[in-house]
Protein backbone atom coordinates (compact mmCIF):
# COMPACT_ATOMS: atom_id res chain seq x y z
CA UNK A 1 0.00 0.00 0.00
CA UNK A 2 1.63 3.42 -1.10
CA UNK A 3 1.53 6.17 1.60
CA UNK A 4 -1.36 7.96 0.08
CA UNK A 5 -3.63 4.80 0.61
CA UNK A 6 -5.91 6.03 3.40
CA UNK A 7 -6.43 9.45 1.44
CA UNK A 8 -7.53 6.93 -1.60
CA UNK A 9 -10.05 5.10 1.41
CA UNK A 10 -11.07 8.08 2.30
CA UNK A 11 -12.39 9.60 -0.50
CA UNK A 12 -14.21 5.97 -1.26
CA UNK A 13 -16.00 6.36 1.74
CA UNK A 14 -17.15 9.84 1.64
CA UNK A 15 -18.81 8.36 -2.19
CA UNK A 16 -20.91 6.16 -0.26
CA UNK A 17 -24.43 7.53 0.94
CA UNK A 18 -24.38 6.28 4.50
CA UNK A 19 -27.07 8.99 6.10
CA UNK A 20 -28.27 7.64 9.23
CA UNK A 21 -32.01 6.57 9.02
CA UNK A 22 -32.57 7.23 12.84
CA UNK A 23 -31.84 10.87 11.50
CA UNK A 24 -33.18 11.59 8.77
CA UNK A 25 -36.39 9.01 7.71
CA UNK A 26 -35.87 6.47 4.38
CA UNK A 27 -31.73 7.76 3.91
CA UNK A 28 -29.62 5.22 2.88
CA UNK A 29 -27.72 3.72 6.14
CA UNK A 30 -24.68 1.37 6.58
CA UNK A 31 -25.45 -0.99 4.13
CA UNK A 32 -23.62 0.06 1.30
CA UNK A 33 -20.70 1.25 3.16
CA UNK A 34 -20.89 -1.86 5.34
CA UNK A 35 -19.90 -4.03 2.40
CA UNK A 36 -17.72 -1.87 0.70
CA UNK A 37 -15.66 -2.26 4.27
CA UNK A 38 -16.11 -5.98 4.32
CA UNK A 39 -14.44 -6.63 0.78
CA UNK A 40 -11.99 -4.05 1.84
CA UNK A 41 -11.46 -6.21 4.86
CA UNK A 42 -12.29 -9.62 3.18
CA UNK A 43 -9.20 -8.87 0.23
CA UNK A 44 -6.54 -8.17 2.85
CA UNK A 45 -6.85 -11.04 4.70
CA UNK A 46 -9.33 -10.39 7.47
CA UNK A 47 -12.00 -12.82 8.47
CA UNK A 48 -15.12 -10.89 8.74
CA UNK A 49 -18.11 -10.71 10.57
CA UNK A 50 -21.38 -9.02 9.57
CA UNK A 51 -23.41 -8.14 12.49
CA UNK A 52 -26.92 -7.56 12.19
CA UNK A 53 -29.61 -7.83 15.14
CA UNK A 54 -30.99 -4.50 13.65
CA UNK A 55 -32.20 -5.80 10.04
CA UNK A 56 -30.54 -2.70 7.24
CA UNK A 57 -28.06 -1.73 9.76
CA UNK A 58 -25.49 -3.77 10.03
CA UNK A 59 -22.21 -3.49 11.23
CA UNK A 60 -18.22 -5.18 10.58
CA UNK A 61 -15.98 -7.08 12.37
CA UNK A 62 -12.85 -7.56 10.46
CA UNK A 63 -10.08 -9.52 12.54
CA UNK A 64 -6.39 -10.66 12.03
CA UNK A 65 -5.71 -13.71 14.39
CA UNK A 66 -2.57 -13.04 15.67
CA UNK A 67 0.48 -16.23 16.01
CA UNK A 68 -0.44 -16.12 20.01
CA UNK A 69 0.96 -14.63 23.10
CA UNK A 70 0.18 -11.12 22.48
CA UNK A 71 -2.55 -8.23 23.64
CA UNK A 72 -5.15 -8.23 21.73
CA UNK A 73 -6.61 -4.54 20.67
CA UNK A 74 -9.90 -2.85 19.15
CA UNK A 75 -10.03 -0.55 17.08
CA UNK A 76 -13.93 1.12 16.77
CA UNK A 77 -15.35 3.69 14.21
CA UNK A 78 -18.36 4.90 13.23
CA UNK A 79 -19.73 4.01 9.54
CA UNK A 80 -23.13 6.39 9.72
CA UNK A 81 -23.27 9.81 9.24
CA UNK A 82 -26.01 12.85 9.83
CA UNK A 83 -27.97 14.09 7.38
CA UNK A 84 -26.99 16.13 4.20
CA UNK A 85 -29.97 18.75 3.99
CA UNK A 86 -28.43 21.81 3.15
CA UNK A 87 -25.13 20.68 2.57
CA UNK A 88 -23.43 23.04 0.42
CA UNK A 89 -22.43 20.92 -3.04
CA UNK A 90 -21.90 17.40 -3.04
CA UNK A 91 -21.57 16.04 0.20
CA UNK A 92 -20.72 12.53 -1.53
CA UNK A 93 -17.93 14.38 -3.74
CA UNK A 94 -15.05 12.97 -1.90
CA UNK A 95 -13.12 15.65 -3.62
CA UNK A 96 -9.50 16.42 -2.76
CA UNK A 97 -8.96 20.31 -2.98
CA UNK A 98 -5.73 21.99 -1.19
CA UNK A 99 -5.02 19.61 0.84
CA UNK A 100 -8.23 18.44 2.42
CA UNK A 101 -11.12 15.38 1.28
CA UNK A 102 -14.50 17.17 1.32
CA UNK A 103 -18.06 15.60 1.90
CA UNK A 104 -20.25 14.41 4.30
CA UNK A 105 -18.76 12.55 7.24
CA UNK A 106 -14.84 13.29 5.75
CA UNK A 107 -13.95 14.16 9.65
CA UNK A 108 -16.73 12.78 11.75
CA UNK A 109 -15.67 9.98 11.17
CA UNK A 110 -14.45 8.51 7.74
CA UNK A 111 -11.45 9.71 8.20
CA UNK A 112 -10.86 8.13 11.02
CA UNK A 113 -12.12 4.67 9.61
CA UNK A 114 -9.68 4.81 6.56
CA UNK A 115 -6.86 5.21 9.00
CA UNK A 116 -7.96 2.46 10.90
CA UNK A 117 -8.54 0.02 7.48
CA UNK A 118 -5.14 1.13 6.15
CA UNK A 119 -2.89 0.95 9.77
CA UNK A 120 -4.79 -2.53 10.35
CA UNK A 121 -3.61 -4.10 7.33
CA UNK A 122 0.04 -2.38 7.34
CA UNK A 123 0.93 -3.38 10.97
CA UNK A 124 0.03 -7.01 10.39
CA UNK A 125 1.17 -7.51 6.96
CA UNK A 126 -1.36 -7.76 5.26
CA UNK A 127 -0.85 -6.77 1.13
CA UNK A 128 -4.04 -6.94 -0.12
CA UNK A 129 -2.59 -8.63 -3.99
CA UNK A 130 -3.13 -12.24 -2.59
CA UNK A 131 -5.32 -14.65 -4.20
CA UNK A 132 -5.07 -17.38 -2.54
CA UNK A 133 -4.94 -18.16 1.66
CA UNK A 134 -3.82 -15.12 3.28
CA UNK A 135 -0.83 -14.84 4.68
CA UNK A 136 -0.42 -14.77 8.39
CA UNK A 137 0.27 -11.90 10.27
CA UNK A 138 3.34 -10.89 11.72
CA UNK A 139 1.64 -9.76 15.37
CA UNK A 140 1.49 -11.68 18.28
CA UNK A 141 -1.55 -10.23 19.38
CA UNK A 142 -5.07 -10.53 17.72
CA UNK A 143 -6.14 -7.03 16.01
CA UNK A 144 -9.95 -6.43 15.88
CA UNK A 145 -11.53 -3.66 13.31
CA UNK A 146 -15.03 -2.75 13.95
CA UNK A 147 -16.94 -0.91 11.86
CA UNK A 148 -20.24 0.08 13.74
CA UNK A 149 -23.59 1.58 12.55
CA UNK A 150 -25.73 3.83 14.22
CA UNK A 151 -22.93 6.00 16.65
CA UNK A 152 -24.75 9.08 15.34
CA UNK A 153 -28.39 8.26 17.02
CA UNK A 154 -28.22 5.19 19.75
CA UNK A 155 -25.24 3.30 19.11
CA UNK A 156 -26.82 -0.05 18.10
CA UNK A 157 -23.66 -0.85 16.29
CA UNK A 158 -20.89 -0.98 19.52
CA UNK A 159 -23.34 -2.43 22.01
CA UNK A 160 -23.61 -4.97 19.22
CA UNK A 161 -20.15 -5.52 18.86
CA UNK A 162 -19.54 -5.80 23.10
CA UNK A 163 -22.30 -8.83 23.03
CA UNK A 164 -19.86 -10.80 21.10
CA UNK A 165 -16.36 -9.56 21.06
CA UNK A 166 -13.33 -8.37 23.53
CA UNK A 167 -9.45 -7.14 23.45
CA UNK A 168 -6.86 -5.88 25.93
CA UNK A 169 -6.88 -2.47 24.98
CA UNK A 170 -9.20 -0.66 22.30
CA UNK A 171 -8.50 2.82 19.99
CA UNK A 172 -11.76 4.89 19.35
CA UNK A 173 -10.89 7.25 16.21
CA UNK A 174 -13.55 9.92 16.45
CA UNK A 175 -12.31 13.46 14.94
CA UNK A 176 -9.46 14.91 17.39
CA UNK A 177 -7.23 17.03 15.36
CA UNK A 178 -4.98 14.46 16.18
CA UNK A 179 -4.94 15.20 20.09
CA UNK A 180 -5.22 12.42 22.48
CA UNK A 181 -8.99 12.52 24.35
CA UNK A 182 -8.88 10.83 27.74
CA UNK A 183 -11.99 11.85 28.69
CA UNK A 184 -15.57 13.11 28.25
CA UNK A 185 -18.73 13.85 29.57
CA UNK A 186 -21.47 11.27 29.96
CA UNK A 187 -25.19 12.62 29.03
CA UNK A 188 -28.75 11.60 30.02
CA UNK A 189 -31.83 12.25 28.92
CA UNK A 190 -35.31 12.84 30.74
CA UNK A 191 -38.92 13.73 30.24
CA UNK A 192 -40.78 14.96 33.03
CA UNK A 193 -44.47 14.81 32.26
CA UNK A 194 -46.43 17.53 34.68
CA UNK A 195 -50.10 17.01 36.00
CA UNK A 196 -52.36 19.72 36.13
CA UNK A 197 -56.36 20.25 36.09
CA UNK A 198 -58.19 21.93 33.23
CA UNK A 199 -60.21 25.14 33.94
CA UNK A 200 -61.78 28.06 32.19
CA UNK A 201 -59.27 30.92 31.62
CA UNK A 202 -61.73 33.69 33.62
CA UNK A 203 -61.35 30.94 36.44
CA UNK A 204 -57.48 29.55 37.07
CA UNK A 205 -58.25 29.24 40.40
CA UNK A 206 -60.59 26.13 39.97
CA UNK A 207 -57.81 24.59 37.93
CA UNK A 208 -54.19 23.40 38.98
CA UNK A 209 -51.75 25.09 35.86
CA UNK A 210 -49.03 22.51 34.61
CA UNK A 211 -47.43 25.49 32.87
CA UNK A 212 -46.75 27.30 36.49
CA UNK A 213 -45.73 24.40 37.58
CA UNK A 214 -43.13 23.92 34.89
CA UNK A 215 -41.98 27.10 35.80
CA UNK A 216 -41.29 25.92 39.27
CA UNK A 217 -39.38 23.38 37.76
CA UNK A 218 -37.73 25.86 35.77
CA UNK A 219 -36.31 27.49 38.42
CA UNK A 220 -35.26 24.80 40.46
CA UNK A 221 -33.26 23.60 37.55
CA UNK A 222 -31.28 26.64 37.64
CA UNK A 223 -30.65 26.92 41.48
CA UNK A 224 -28.86 22.85 40.24
CA UNK A 225 -27.48 24.57 37.42
CA UNK A 226 -25.53 27.00 39.77
CA UNK A 227 -24.74 24.09 42.21
CA UNK A 228 -23.07 22.21 39.34
CA UNK A 229 -20.81 24.75 38.36
CA UNK A 230 -19.88 25.72 42.04
CA UNK A 231 -18.49 22.25 42.49
CA UNK A 232 -15.17 21.59 41.92
CA UNK A 233 -14.26 21.40 37.98
CA UNK A 234 -12.37 18.11 36.26
CA UNK A 235 -9.25 19.11 35.14
CA UNK A 236 -10.19 18.07 31.37
CA UNK A 237 -13.85 18.53 31.57
CA UNK A 238 -15.35 21.77 33.64
CA UNK A 239 -18.38 21.13 34.93
CA UNK A 240 -21.71 18.78 33.88
CA UNK A 241 -24.66 21.53 32.97
CA UNK A 242 -28.12 20.77 33.13
CA UNK A 243 -30.84 22.19 30.26
CA UNK A 244 -34.21 22.22 28.94
CA UNK A 245 -34.52 20.91 25.78
CA UNK A 246 -38.30 21.38 24.86
CA UNK A 247 -40.97 21.89 26.79
CA UNK A 248 -44.78 21.57 25.61
CA UNK A 249 -48.64 22.22 27.04
CA UNK A 250 -51.57 23.70 27.03
CA UNK A 251 -54.47 23.48 24.54
CA UNK A 252 -55.52 26.83 23.65
CA UNK A 253 -55.38 30.36 25.19
CA UNK A 254 -58.58 30.31 27.22
CA UNK A 255 -57.53 27.31 29.18
CA UNK A 256 -55.81 26.26 32.22
CA UNK A 257 -53.22 23.69 31.28
CA UNK A 258 -54.29 20.67 32.56
CA UNK A 259 -50.55 18.42 31.24
CA UNK A 260 -46.94 20.23 30.39
CA UNK A 261 -44.18 18.33 29.28
CA UNK A 262 -40.51 19.04 29.46
CA UNK A 263 -37.42 17.12 28.53
CA UNK A 264 -33.78 18.11 30.19
CA UNK A 265 -30.38 17.18 29.31
CA UNK A 266 -27.84 16.31 31.83
CA UNK A 267 -24.29 16.34 30.87
CA UNK A 268 -21.71 15.04 33.66
CA UNK A 269 -18.18 14.38 33.99
CA UNK A 270 -16.90 11.39 35.20
CA UNK A 271 -17.61 11.27 39.15
CA UNK A 272 -21.19 11.07 38.10
CA UNK A 273 -22.97 8.16 36.76
CA UNK A 274 -26.41 8.56 34.97
CA UNK A 275 -28.51 6.79 38.34
CA UNK A 276 -26.82 9.49 40.36
CA UNK A 277 -28.40 12.02 38.34
CA UNK A 278 -31.27 11.03 37.81
CA UNK A 279 -31.39 10.77 41.46
CA UNK A 280 -30.89 14.32 41.62
CA UNK A 281 -32.90 14.96 39.89
CA UNK A 282 -36.03 12.87 41.44
CA UNK A 283 -35.16 14.81 44.82
CA UNK A 284 -35.66 17.60 43.19
CA UNK A 285 -39.08 17.00 41.46
CA UNK A 286 -39.82 15.60 44.75
CA UNK A 287 -39.16 18.84 46.86
CA UNK A 288 -41.26 20.38 44.61
CA UNK A 289 -44.12 17.50 45.17
CA UNK A 290 -44.23 18.45 48.71
CA UNK A 291 -44.02 21.90 49.24
CA UNK A 292 -46.15 22.88 45.85
CA UNK A 293 -49.96 21.92 46.05
CA UNK A 294 -51.29 20.18 43.18
CA UNK A 295 -47.66 19.55 41.84
CA UNK A 296 -47.46 15.80 40.35
CA UNK A 297 -45.26 14.45 37.67
CA UNK A 298 -43.57 11.52 36.15
CA UNK A 299 -40.07 11.17 35.28
CA UNK A 300 -38.77 8.95 32.84
CA UNK A 301 -35.11 8.45 31.96
CA UNK A 302 -35.23 8.41 28.07
CA UNK A 303 -31.32 7.63 27.67
CA UNK A 304 -28.31 7.68 29.90
CA UNK A 305 -24.61 6.88 28.89
CA UNK A 306 -21.48 7.18 31.38
CA UNK A 307 -18.82 9.50 30.83
CA UNK A 308 -15.54 8.22 29.96
CA UNK A 309 -11.93 9.03 31.49
CA UNK A 310 -8.73 6.82 30.86
CA UNK A 311 -5.81 6.21 32.81
CA UNK A 312 -3.02 7.79 31.33
CA UNK A 313 -0.92 5.07 32.73
CA UNK A 314 -2.97 2.67 31.06
CA UNK A 315 -0.32 0.36 28.03
CA UNK A 316 -2.65 1.73 25.30
CA UNK A 317 -1.88 5.39 26.32
CA UNK A 318 1.73 5.38 26.57
CA UNK A 319 2.41 3.50 23.58
CA UNK A 320 0.08 5.64 21.22
CA UNK A 321 1.44 8.83 23.20
CA UNK A 322 5.01 8.18 22.11
CA UNK A 323 4.00 6.78 18.20
CA UNK A 324 2.36 10.16 18.26
CA UNK A 325 5.51 12.44 19.27
CA UNK A 326 7.37 10.47 16.62
CA UNK A 327 5.04 11.02 13.56
CA UNK A 328 3.95 14.41 14.71
CA UNK A 329 7.41 15.91 15.82
CA UNK A 330 5.87 16.99 19.01
CA UNK A 331 4.04 15.47 22.25
CA UNK A 332 0.37 15.58 21.08
CA UNK A 333 -2.01 17.54 23.10
CA UNK A 334 -4.15 15.68 26.11
CA UNK A 335 -7.73 16.47 26.32
CA UNK A 336 -11.49 15.77 27.13
CA UNK A 337 -14.32 16.26 25.28
CA UNK A 338 -17.66 17.93 26.00
CA UNK A 339 -19.57 15.84 23.73
CA UNK A 340 -20.25 11.72 23.99
CA UNK A 341 -18.29 8.99 21.95
CA UNK A 342 -18.91 5.12 21.85
CA UNK A 343 -15.63 4.84 24.15
CA UNK A 344 -17.95 5.67 26.74
CA UNK A 345 -19.40 2.18 26.65
CA UNK A 346 -15.61 0.37 25.59
CA UNK A 347 -14.78 1.69 29.06
CA UNK A 348 -17.61 0.75 30.65
CA UNK A 349 -17.54 -2.90 29.40
CA UNK A 350 -13.81 -2.92 30.97
CA UNK A 351 -11.72 -2.70 27.60
CA UNK A 352 -8.89 0.20 28.48
CA UNK A 353 -9.23 2.74 25.42
CA UNK A 354 -8.64 6.27 24.84
CA UNK A 355 -9.48 8.42 21.40
CA UNK A 356 -7.69 9.79 18.89
CA UNK A 357 -8.50 10.66 14.85
CA UNK A 358 -7.93 13.24 12.23
CA UNK A 359 -7.83 16.73 12.03
CA UNK A 360 -10.53 19.25 10.06
CA UNK A 361 -14.15 20.45 11.06
CA UNK A 362 -17.71 20.81 9.52
CA UNK A 363 -18.72 17.98 11.53
CA UNK A 364 -22.44 18.06 11.30
CA UNK A 365 -22.14 21.59 9.16
CA UNK A 366 -23.28 22.21 5.97
CA UNK A 367 -19.77 21.62 4.53
CA UNK A 368 -16.98 19.38 5.95
CA UNK A 369 -13.70 18.04 5.45
CA UNK A 370 -10.62 16.30 6.98
CA UNK A 371 -6.83 17.47 6.37
CA UNK A 372 -5.64 14.71 4.45
CA UNK A 373 -2.07 15.10 5.64
CA UNK A 374 -3.48 14.37 9.21
CA UNK A 375 -5.36 11.49 7.91
CA UNK A 376 -1.96 9.85 7.11
CA UNK A 377 -0.58 11.11 10.28
CA UNK A 378 -3.15 8.81 12.10
CA UNK A 379 -2.76 6.11 9.69
CA UNK A 380 1.00 6.12 10.75
CA UNK A 381 0.29 7.01 14.86
CA UNK A 382 -1.95 3.53 14.48
CA UNK A 383 -0.03 1.06 12.45
CA UNK A 384 3.20 1.52 15.08
CA UNK A 385 0.32 1.73 18.09
CA UNK A 386 -0.87 -1.59 16.99
CA UNK A 387 3.02 -3.52 15.96
CA UNK A 388 4.04 -1.74 19.41
CA UNK A 389 0.85 -3.14 21.43
CA UNK A 390 0.42 -6.39 19.65
CA UNK A 391 3.78 -7.65 19.49
Known amino acids: MSEDESVRVLQ ?7 VNPDLVAGAAGERMIAAWCADWLTTH ?4 HRLEEH ?3 PTIVGIRRGTGGGRSLMLNGHLDTVGVGGYAGDPFSGELRDGNVFGRGAFDMKGGVAAILVAAARATGASGTATGPAEASVLAGDVIVTLVADEEFGSLGTMEVLRSFRADAAIVAE ?19 LTGRSAHGSQ ?3 GIDAI ?11 RLRVEIEAAPAHPLLGHGTVRVSTITGGTDAATVAAACTL ?8 EQSPDQVEAELRALLERLYDGVAGFRFRLTRLVGRAAFEADPEWPIV ?13 RPLRRGEPFWTDAGLLHEAGIPCLVVGVDGGGAHADTEWAHAASVSALTDILTGTIADFCA
Open 175 to 193: PSELCLTLAHRGFAWFEVE
Open 263 to 270: TIERRMVP
Open 204 to 206: PER
Open 12 to 18: ALVGIDS
Open 212 to 222: AHAGLVLRALD
Open 45 to 48: GFEV
Open 318 to 330: RLLAARAEQVLGR
Open 55 to 57: PGR
